[in-house]
């Protein structure tokens, strides 16, 4: 570590909602999203997620807060933190990515990606990303740990692993109080239905008529 350095805290997350505990049955392991933190104080995490609780296909680039998490009666969720040190230029890097496609909102939920992970390892769609790919990223600008293959062929466990030496804090962290009063809006079965669609018809529409540029 650099004297000049600064931070990010990756933040895997043991998500308690449904989708996250079918994924924890099925796979074995314990988290099930990540996130990324500008600040020791953990109250912004920036990521790639659903935008309302009930509404999992209304997904995008997103900022949350332990209330995200912690919803509804649930007072408390497990996180495993990860305090990684990056140079002023790799940083520098870093808040353009992240500035870039806050300033976007062309940009969609790689659902498609997502949902085969375990199958076809990940893979990229023009201006699209989950929460996998979208932290993938981040920790290839970072430049702290050599990665093998491409930022978006990692899955949640094997980031996991490969941050393993900057390991922070793991423990159960408690809801404050609530930033996003609309997050537990409700959202009724077709409405959902609908918007599955939506993204379905727009994910397939860019992995036939958009190139990616490397």
Partial sequence: MQKNDEY????????LTGLGQFARKLSGYEYTHIAVCFDEK?????????????????????????????FG?????KLKVFKIPVNAENM????LFVDEIAGDKDYLFNLLSMA??????????????????????????????PMDKKYYKYDIRSMDELLSYF????DFFY???????????????????GMFLA???????????KSIEE
């Avoid at 912004?44 to 949350?64: L, N, Q, V, Y």
């Avoid at 390991?167 to 793991?170: Q, V």
């Avoid at 993204?199 to 008529?209: C, G, H």
């Fill in 175 to 193: 809801k404050t109080d609530i930033k996003r009063p609309d997050y537990m809006d409700r959202c009724s079965v077709f409405k959902n239905a």
């Fill in 116 to 145: 085969t992970m375990g199958l076809f390892h990940g893979f990229r769609i023009y201006k699209a990303h989950n929460c996998m790919s979208f932290v993938g990223k981040i920790i290839s600008l970072s430049g702290a740990v």
């Fill in 42 to 70: 953990l109250d912004d995490f920036i990521t790639f997620s659903r935008k309302r609780h009930f509404a999992p296909f209304d997904s995008g680039f997103m900022h949350e807060t332990l209330d995200c998490y912690a």
């Fill in 92 to 95: 520098q890097r870093i808040r």
């Fill in 73 to 77: 009666k649930n007072e408390k969720v």
């Fill in 167 to 170: 390991i922070y804090k793991e």
């Fill in 199 to 209: 993204l379905l018809v727009r994910l397939v529409y860019r992995m036939i008529f």
């Fill in 8 to 15: 990010i805290y990756v933040v895997l997350v043991r998500a």
